[in-house]
């Protein structure tokens, strides 16, 4: 059988890709939106409601709820699921899931009755903190101090302390519901968490994903005693040893077989963060090529040599699936500003495009810092302020500040991504956003740097099956890169020499205004 399944559980959807490896065809690509088809969530974009800016949670069972809809979808759309010979996936990164007891029955989920309400009774704590989370400041100050200082905890994990990142998370969870932490045996990242849903047995979490939680040494491979020990007491009996991304966690649990049509025995390979898997659904696992990933969240990664940190704590090296390392800087507010821009004019994508185009290089000097939520880089409480003529600053300018929001991303994204060192010679891009002319031209002229895109659009689904396909059917990357990781022909876009003066004076006035803001911060 040459059939593989990836699935991606991230922040406003869960996704399916399925390719045909012996005919070098994507043949099922499918998605569930947790806002508009899960309701009952109350999580219009992946998030339940929260009256503290700063907290971010999501519903477990949703993500459950979403796996069923959308094998059930699938299979309704006429696929067979029997035809799939190996799985594997990716999650958000971060968010952390609590369970009062491990997974160790395979066959304990019954087919005569739903999943979420199997799963319901098992969590410890109802909700999910998720990377959007920037409510364990306190955490994070108490963490360094237990380890012996932020820059420790950088050499050791590849992050000096992160709010959004998972060890914080637990420590709040054992600060603020110690009834919960007690009554939690497992922990796991929302990627363990689906891949146990599949198996119906505790999956490990993956050295990729794992690399995310300030918790592991990312030179043995190892959870890190001294960051669990000042993480939260008893922690390292909540996690199972991480294993190497390639790992076969476990086979497909009866309920799926039963209830879809899986074939017994079909093997599922460890899942991942979100980002790790588009680097491989991007065909980039080998230091080289520069990637952004354009979604809720906007990433810049790259496969990386070595373990090389950023000095100014900001961005942050997790484990390559396919081996070594990779460098990622995650800027909270990507879609998620550009949506707010948006929803605030009434504009439509086609509108937001074409804004673009009617509005010239560099605005006229006009910059929106877009923290509609507060920002991980750099790391700043919520505030959007705008820069320029009156009327900009008004909101009175709407195609003004459609671009406004888009440059100062980009403005932001080159200087908070010079420490991976050596420029890029091509930046390959990904996400809903990359489909949009006007952005690719932007990010191609701030860099002054060619920018391409893919033809298939979700790189971490594709990154799923893909790693499904290298580990269970024993394909090599080489093979399989060169049948699903296509740039697409369609699109190279040039950097304007031109622009680069104006992007070089945008550039030092986008720096200035945000050193004073930075400094207002301390
Ligand atoms: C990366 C990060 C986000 C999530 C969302 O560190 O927090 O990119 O993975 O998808």
Not at 100 to 119: C, I, M, T, W
Not at 221 to 246: E, M, V, Y
Not at 364 to 387: D, H, N, W, Y
């Amino acid at each position: 059988m040459a059939y593989f399944l990836g699935l991606d559980s991230s922040t406003q959807s869960l996704s399916a890709i399925v390719i045909d490896t012996s005919e070098g065809r994507v043949v099922v690509d499918e998605s569930v939106n947790f806002g508009s088809e899960l309701p009952a969530y109350d999580s219009p974009q992946g998030v339940l409601p929260s009256n503290d800016p700063r907290v971010r949670h999501s519903d477990p069972l949703m993500w459950v709820e979403a796996l069923e809809l959308l094998l059930t979808r699938v299979r309704e759309r006429g696929f067979n699921w029997s035809k799939v010979a190996g799985i594997s996936g990716a999650g958000q990164q971060h968010g952390s899931v609590y369970l009062k007891e491990p997974l160790r029955d395979a066959g304990r989920f019954k087919s005569s009755q739903s999943l979420v309400d199997q799963v319901r009774p098992l969590l410890s704590y109802p909700s999910s903190p998720m990377w959007m989370d920037s409510s364990t400041g306190e955490e994070c100050k108490e963490i360094a101090a237990a380890a012996g200082g932020r820059e420790r905890v950088l050499k050791i994990s590849g992050s000096i302390p992160i709010e959004r990142f998972t060890g914080p998370q637990i420590r709040k969870i054992w600060k603020t519901q110690p009834d919960a932490y007690r009554q939690t045996t497992e922990i796991h990242l929302v990627s363990s968490f689906m891949a146990s849903l599949l198996t119906g047995t505790s999956a490990a979490i993956d050295l990729g994903d794992a690399a995310g939680m300030n918790l592991l040494d990312l030179g043995t491979g190892r959870w890190n005693t001294t960051l669990l020990d000042a993480t939260a007491p008893g922690l390292a009996a909540k996690l199972q040893p991480p294993i190497a991304s390639h790992t076969r966690v476990g086979t497909i649990a009866p309920y799926f077989i039963e209830r879809f049509g899986f074939r017994p025995g079909v093997p599922v390979i460890a899942f991942t963060g979100d980002n790790h898997s588009s680097l491989v659904g991007m065909g980039a696992i080998s230091p080289g090529t520069r990637l952004i990933s354009l979604g809720t969240s906007d990433t810049v990664f790259a496969a990386m040599d070595g373990p090389r940190t950023d000095p100014n704590g900001y961005g942050h090296v997790f484990g390559n699936p396919a081996g070594g390392f990779m460098s990622l800087i995650c800027f909270t507010n990507g879609s998620l500003a550009r949506e707010e821009v948006s929803k605030r004019f009434g504009f439509d994508w086609g509108k937001f495009a074409a804004a673009i185009q009617e509005t010239p290089t560099a605005n006229g000097g006009r910059l929106l810092f877009p923290f509609f939520t507060s920002e991980t880089t750099p790391r700043i409480p919520a505030g959007v302020e705008l820069f320029g003529s009156p009327d900009f600053v008004a909101w009175k300018e709407p195609k003004e500040a459609i671009r406004a929001v888009v440059e100062t991303q980009a403005l932001s994204m080159r200087r908070f991504s010079e420490w991976i060192g050596h420029p890029p010679k091509q930046l390959v891009l990904t996400g809903g956003a990359a489909r949009n002319p006007g952005i690719l031209r932007i990010v191609a002229d701030v860099f002054q740097c060619p920018v391409r895109t893919l033809r298939v659009g979700n790189a971490s689904a594709l990154g799923g099956a893909l790693r499904a396909a290298q580990a269970a059917g024993g394909i090599a990357w080489k093979e399989l890169f060169s049948a699903f990781v296509a740039l697409d022909p369609d699109v190279n876009v040039q950097p304007d020499p031109q622009a680069r003066l104006a992007y070089e004076q945008l550039a030092r006035a986008f720096d200035e205004k945000l050193n004073a803001r930075l400094a207002r911060n301390v």
